[in-house]
């Protein structure tokens, strides 16, 4: 199939977006995120057919994008106090909800599981098709499965051109990492993906919210896999002191993602970052895959700081580098 290249700018674009996704096709769209792969969340057929493109394991369950809590609501089977609490603060934005589903939710978007993960995206791209569809959306990332997620229609179209019907450009994402995401579905509220809403920001509100059990339960969550966000190449994380040593040791073509002044080898192909926990987020995914498309086969990337703002990158590198 040829994959269409239209412009969130373009009201006429947008209503073309909805169209292809109102006939059952599948439409990548900008969020606040990264890029998602959008497809009719209540039809089954378009669904599968997100799984198909990405090559995504279907017990893997998606993201349902919704323009807000009236559009939720019907698709959750519970709205408990702590959902309440944290939608009044946190939507539309970076926070995705899992909670337990009704039956208007396909078994194909929850990957068979009792629970079906919502979230109101804040881009306006994402909010003015999710309007002209008034139904809700499942998007992953769109990507393919397992590799970094896409923060520019170009990286979606270098992983799926030719797999979906659209692609529409709306520029770069603007926090650059996925969502959090925060069951509310066993004992209490639980962190299940680090992301671009801090833990802390949810405990101001909800008080402890401590990670998942990592077996079994919802915790088997896609986010959760031990390597993901991966490119497509050998990645190994080291501080600034050991990275010059690392990086001279590592099969070539060698790549190093930096924060500050390190003197690497001069054959390694290097890219800096900022150091501020925000400015990193947005660039990261277009430094990975920058490296890997200059043909890297190894990449080295500083460890970043300890501290809590650091959390989701942290996350996000730890899998790469598994
Ligand atoms: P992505 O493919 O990057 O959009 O990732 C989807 C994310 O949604 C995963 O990382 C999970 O954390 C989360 N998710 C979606 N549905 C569920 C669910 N029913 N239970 C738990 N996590 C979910
Ligand atoms: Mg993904």
Request: proline share 10%; net charge neutral.
């Amino acid at each position: 199939m040829d994959t269409q290249l239209l412009s969130a700018r373009s009201p006429a674009d947008l209503d073309a977006a909805a169209g292809l996704l109102l006939r059952g096709g599948l439409v990548a769209f900008p969020t606040e995120t990264v890029y998602g792969l959008g497809a009719l969340a209540l039809e089954p057929l378009a669904v599968r057919a997100i799984y198909a493109a990405k090559g995504r394991a279907a017990t893997n369950p998606l993201i349902v994008h919704v323009l807000g809590e009236d559009e939720a609501r019907p698709l959750c089977a519970r709205w408990p106090i702590e959902a309440q609490e944290l939608v009044t603060r946190f939507w539309p934005g970076p926070l995705t909800l899992v909670l337990p589903r009704t039956d208007r939710v396909p078994d194909e978007v929850t990957g068979g599981g009792p629970t079906v993960a919502v979230r109101a995206p804040s881009h306006p791209a994402a909010r003015q098709l999710l309007a002209r569809v008034r139904v809700p959306l499942a998007a992953p990332s769109a990507n393919r499965s397992e590799h970094v997620s896409p923060t520019t229609a170009r990286h979606v179209l270098r992983d799926l051109n030719g797999r979906i019907d659209a692609v529409l450009d709306g520029g770069r994402c603007p926090v650059g990492i996925e969502s959090t995401v925060v069951g509310l579905t066993s004992a209490g509220p639980r962190l299940l993906r680090a992301g671009a809403v801090p833990r802390s920001a949810l405990e101001e509100l909800l008080g402890e919210v401590p990670d998942a059990a990592p077996a079994g339960s919802i915790a088997a969550s896609p986010g959760q896999q031990k390597r993901h966000y991966a490119p497509a190449a050998l990645v190994r994380l080291a501080d600034a002191t050991a990275l010059p040593r690392i990086a001279a040791d590592l099969p070539g073509p060698v790549g190093a993602v930096i924060r500050g002044d390190i003197a690497l080898p001069q054959e390694v192909v290097s890219v800096r970052l900022p150091e501020n926990p925000a400015g990193y987020a947005r660039d990261l995914y277009a430094a990975l895959r920058e490296l890997e498309d200059r043909g890297c086969t190894s990449i080295c990337i500083e460890s970043v700081p300890a501290s809590p703002e650091w959390d989701a990158i942290r996350d996000r590198l730890t899998r790469a580098a598994a």
